[in-house]
C-alpha cells in the first residue's frame, strides 16, 4: 500500500497534515522525528513530509534527522520547521526573524510548474513562524514569496525536496488542500486508493491471522468507537467475538434496549447484557465528589467486567476501540503520553487477565470511524450520537446520585435530545444535554406554591472536545424544551440555559 509519511516535529498541525492526505484518499501516518533512519528507508513511502513545531534550528537539542534521509530519492515536503530544518541541514542559512510572522499573508508565485501547478497567484497562505530562510541550500530555487518572506516557498527539482515556509495544512491556506494534493500526486505519483473498502478487507484479514481459534471480548458502552470495533472484529472472526455490556443504571433512556437490538438483530453478535444498576447505586450512595464517582464507577466496571469475562472460556484478546489521535499522542515528539485511553481503564485487565489487546480502528481518525461505520452497516444513528461521558448521568447528576434523581434526569435529558432532533440541530452540535443540579427553586404551579428541582440545558459546539463554545438555539427551541421539561417531568419548577464556553468552564458539569 501506497503511503505518506509525517516525521512529526510537535507542531500543533501534525494531526492536520495526514488528515488531509487522507481526505485525498492516500493513507498517511505520523511517526516521530526520533524514528531511525532504517526505519523509515524500510517503510518505503511514496513521500515524507516533515512537519512544523515549536523548537528553533538554533536551540542546542533542536529536534533534526539523519542527512541521509535526502539521499533516498524520495520526495520530501518541509513545512515551517521542517522547511528551516531542510535549509539547515543542507547547507543554506536561517536567522532569527527580526519580527515574528503570525497569520495571514499573500503568496505570489515565481513558478507554477510542480507544487504550485494550477494554485491561483496572491492567494490567502498561512504563516506561524520566527526564523526565517536568508540563504537557500546549493541547487534549490525558490517558487514563491510574501511581502515578509523573500523565500516563502522553495524547492530542489532534481533531488524532489519542496519546503514551504507556510502552513498547507489548515483551512486558513486558500489553496493548501491543492499545494498537498500536488505533491501527493505530481511529484510523489501516490494514487487515490485510500478508502474504507479497502480498509476493512485488509482489517479482516489481520484479525484472522492474529486472533486464529481463540476467542475475544469486547467491552461496549454503546458509543461510536466500541460498537465500531465490535461489528468490525465479528464480522472477521464471528461467533468467537462475546461483547459485555454492562448496563449501571446510569445510562439514558432506552440506551439498553438500544444497543442490545441493533447488535442482535441487526448483526447478530454474541451480547451479554449485566444489569448491575442496584450494585452501582449501592457504591454511589452518600457519594458528592465528581472525582470520587468517577473512581467508583471505573472500579466497578472492571469488577463486573472482570467477572463476566472469566466465564468465557478460551478467551485470549481483548477488543479495544483505540483511535489514531490517542496512538499519535503516545508516541508524538511533544512527549510520551503516560497511556492510551481505554474504557473505564480496561487495560487495567490486561495484565491481571493475560489478555492481548487488539486494537482495529488505531489507525483511523474519528471520521473515518464514521464512514467505517457506514460501510459495515451500523445506522447513523449509533455513528453520529453525541459523545457521552464514561460515568454516564453520575456526572451530570450534580451532588448525590440516586434512583429517583436519575429517573427526573433521565426524563428531562430524553425531552432535550427530541426537540433538537425535531428541529433539525442535532447533527449540528458536538454535544447537548440536561444536568440536575442539588438545589430546589420556588415555583408556582396551578394555584400551589412548588420548590423542586432545577434542570440546566447544555448545547457546545467543539471539533475535539479541548475547547468548546455554547450554541446560540433558538429561543423558541429553548421555550419548548422548557415547557416540555416542567409539564411532563414530575419533581421540576424550573429550567436554565447553560451559556459558558471552554475555557473557562468545562463541557461536563462535573
Known sequence: MQEIIVIDFGSQYTQLIARRIRELKVYSEIIPCTASFSEIEERKPQGIILSGGPASVFEKDAPSIEKRIFNLGIPILGICYGMQLITHLLGGKVSKAKKREYGKAILKIDDNSTLFSDVKDNSVVWMSHGDKIIEMPKGFHRIAHTENSPYAAIADFQRKIFALQFHPEV????????????????????????NMHSFIKTAIEDLREKVGKHKVVCALSGGVDSTVTAVLVHKAIGDALTCIFVDNGLLRAGEREK????LK????????????????????????????KRKIIGREFIKIFEEEAKKIRGVKFLAQGTLYPDVIESVSFKGPSATIKSHHNVGGLLK???????????????????QLGKELGIPEEILYRHPFPGPGLAIRCVGEVTGERLEILRQADKIVLEEIKKAGFYRNIWQS?????????????????????V?????????DGMTADWVKLP??????VSNRIINEVKGVNRVVYDITSKPPGTIEWE
Request: hydrophobic fraction near 40%.
Open 265 to 292: 438483530e441487526n448483526f447478530h453478535i454474541n451480547l451479554r447484557v449485566i444489569d448491575a444498576s442496584d450494585r452501582f447505586l449501592r457504591r454511589l450512595k452518600g457519594v458528592r465528589d465528581p472525582e470520587r
Open 433 to 453: 444535554f440536561a444536568v440536575l443540579l442539588p438545589i430546589r427553586t420556588v415555583g408556582v404551579m396551578g394555584d400551589e406554591r412548588t420548590y423542586e428541582h
Open 475 to 480: 429561543h423558541e427551541l429553548l421555550e419548548r
Open 455 to 463: 434542570i440546566a440545558i447544555r448545547a457546545v459546539n467543539s471539533i
Open 171 to 194: 483551512a486558513h491556506t486558500e489553496e493548501g488542500k491543492k499545494i498537498l494534493s500536488n505533491f501527493i500526486f505530481k511529484i510523489c505519483d501516490c494514487k487515490p486508493s485510500w
Open 352 to 370: 491481571r487477565m493475560k489478555l492481548k489487546l487488539i486494537e482495529p480502528l488505531r489507525e483511523l481518525f474519528k471520521d473515518e470511524v464514521r
Open 259 to 262: 444497543v442490545e437490538k441493533m
